[in-house]
């Protein structure tokens, strides 16, 4: 009865009291907002152009990060700068880029939304893995994909890694006998195996190399992930998109030809999915939406293809960097020789090494890191989702974040002598591998690279087993690799071309000792 009476004046009360609480939070987040922004500074950059922004600063220069890097010298460690409409932040320190990637990596989770983007992954970059913005749907396609691209050691995924990686070299080997002595472009070559690789490991499929459709599928990984790692003016001019219609509908149509492949590839690993027994992360993938699917889950069938798409597509990133490590080894032959020296010690040359013999292969170890270093292949741009701040500057909710990791990889305070080709900055004086906390190649925090397992372990035997097969050269008169001219870690087309001549009397690979190697 009291309720019944009162309700009228508890409705009234509870009405304004709701509106008083709304009002009070919206002054607050008013509040908060402008004290953000006021207690933080203005970003330090150059005065953009209408249309242009600082776009024609950067383009005085072949490489963009020298520009990137001429602007941090006038304006400081964190700077913004205007390209096209779209406002970014280049950081360049190791605080800063720590601050974005880990401290306040939840601030700055999003990827940039390029029109490219979205022709690649099926209309919609959120399908993508790496280029997605953050979402719970995101954070289970890591949880999902991340384990299984990292296995524990001594596990069965380690084992399955290495018996794929060292099969293939073997047939690398073999097809590179077949041209020794001659100057070849040893791209194909190396893209075929790196393929086969990652389909293996991910997919359980495996082609024959002279396949058409395969040769397809890599052939247009290669020129997709090429379009992936260099910036373009759409990117920065969305506008533009009317005069690259063309463009982007050929990047659409070869996207097409890999989703074929994978949608096959799914809908045979459909008809034989044993959900107590994943093969692999087709496997894994399936499992868990069958499963989701009762509770309501999000994740679809389409989600778990692009994102095998992706993982995939990584063999042609890795592919450009060991044709970059077998450059700069081919160029530097002390670093040949004790590679050759350090493969003999483990395996005295009557099979090939393997992930097993890592810990004996700390020199080849260190060389691929140094490999990572002066390649610096730059971080993903991310962006921020809130309004936020880096070293005490204003950053405002969608500005898209550069990293400077050039600057960092060739920095004077952190590496002696950084215009050198030297692996043994990475080794300790017992001759271990010690990665300098300052150097992270893979990124590092919420959105770290998934593939750095794969990458490390094939770049480890792919370079100790071809160089413990092989003297491989530079081409007569060709100049010896310059580091300051090593544009990123896209090898530009065409351009490294190496002569394999096989070593003949210290090699005497023994067929049994190789397999146990393989059966780890
Ligand atoms: C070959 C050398 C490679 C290097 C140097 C490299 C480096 C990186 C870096 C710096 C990032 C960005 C991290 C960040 O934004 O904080 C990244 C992200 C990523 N990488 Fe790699 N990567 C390599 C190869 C691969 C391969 C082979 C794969 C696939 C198997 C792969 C899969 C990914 C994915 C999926 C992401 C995005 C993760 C996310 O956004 O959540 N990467 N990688």
């Known amino acids: 009865m009291i309720l019944y009476t009162l309700a009228p004046v508890t409705i009234a009360l509870s009405a304004v009291f709701t509106i008083l609480a709304a009002i009070s939070l919206v002054l607050h987040i008013r509040r908060q907002k402008f004290r953000l922004a006021s207690d933080l500074q203005v970003l330090p950059g150059p005065r953009g152009l209408p249309v242009l922004g600082s776009s024609h600063i950067i383009g005085r220069y072949d490489n963009p990060w020298d520009g990137f890097s001429a602007l941090r010298k006038k304006y400081g460690d964190v700077y913004g700068v205007t390209l096209g409409s779209r406002r970014c932040v280049v950081v ?19 990827r940039p939304n390029f029109l490219r983007f979205h022709a690649i992954f099926r209309g919609d970059r959120n399908f993508s893995v790496a280029l997605c913005d953050w979402s ?24 399955r890694m290495n018996s794929f990686i060292t099969k293939e070299l073997q047939d690398l080997i073999s097809s590179l006998l077949t041209v ?23 997919c359980n499929k495996r082609f024959e190399p002279k396949d058409p459709t395969f040769q397809k599928v890599v052939e247009i990984y290669d020129v997709v992930f090429r379009e992936l790692f260099q910036g373009f003016a759409i990117d920065f001019m969305p ?15 070869k996207a097409d030809e890999v989703t074929k492949l994978t949608e096959t590839i799914f809908n045979e690993h459909e008809e034989t999915l044993d959900e107590n027994n994943p093969r692999d992360l087709v496997d894994i993938f399936l499992k868990h939406i069958k499963e989701d699917r009762k509770a309501g889950g999000k994740l679809a069938r389409e989600d778990a293809e692009v994102t095998v798409d992706d993982l995939c597509g990584g063999h042609s990133v890795l592919g450009n960097l060991w044709l970059w490590g077998l450059y700069l080894v081919a160029g530097h032959p002390e670093v040949k020789e004790r590679i050759q020296a350090e493969v003999f010690q ?48 204003y950053v405002p909710e969608n500005t898209m974040v550069m990293f400077n990791t050039f600057d960092l990889n060739m920095d004077s305070d952190y590496w002696k002598e950084p215009r050198r080709f030297s692996p043994e900055r990475f080794l300790t004086k017992e001759g271990r591998v010690l990665k300098p906390s300052y150097f992270f190649p893979f990124g590092t925090g919420k959105r770290t690279c998934l593939g750095d397992g794969l990458v490390k372990s094939t770049l480890l035997l792919g370079l100790g087993t071809i160089i413990q097969m092989f003297d491989v050269y530079l081409p007569e008169g060709a100049d010896a690799p310059d580091l300051n001219a090593i544009p990123g870690l896209v090898v530009p087309r065409n351009e490294i071309k190496l002569i394999f001549r096989h070593r003949q009397s210290p090699v005497t690979i023994n067929a049994k000792e190789t397999s146990v190697c393989l059966t780890l």
């Open 92 to 110: 360049s320190s190791l605080a800063a880029m720590r601050e974005v990637l880990v401290s306040k990596s939840k601030d700055f989770a999003n």
């Open 136 to 159: 719970p749907k995101q954070k289970t396609r890591r949880e999902l994909a991340f384990p299984y691209m990292h296995p524990r050691s001594a596990s069965h995924g380690v084992e």
């Open 180 to 202: 020794q002595n001659q100057v070849i472009e040893p791209r194909p070559f190396i893209l075929v195996c790196t393929a086969n690789i990652f389909y293996q490991y991910l």
């Open 239 to 253: 506008w533009l998109k009317v005069f690259n219609k063309k463009r982007l509908q050929e990047l659409r149509d």
């Open 346 to 393: 483990a395996t005295h040359n009557h099979r090939h090494p393997c992930l097993q013999d890592k810990l004996s292969l700390s020199y080849t170890e260190a060389t691929a890191l140094e490999v990572l270093r002066v390649v610096s292949s730059p971080i993903i741009p991310h962006v921020a989702t809130k309004d936020t701040s880096v070293q005490g500057f």
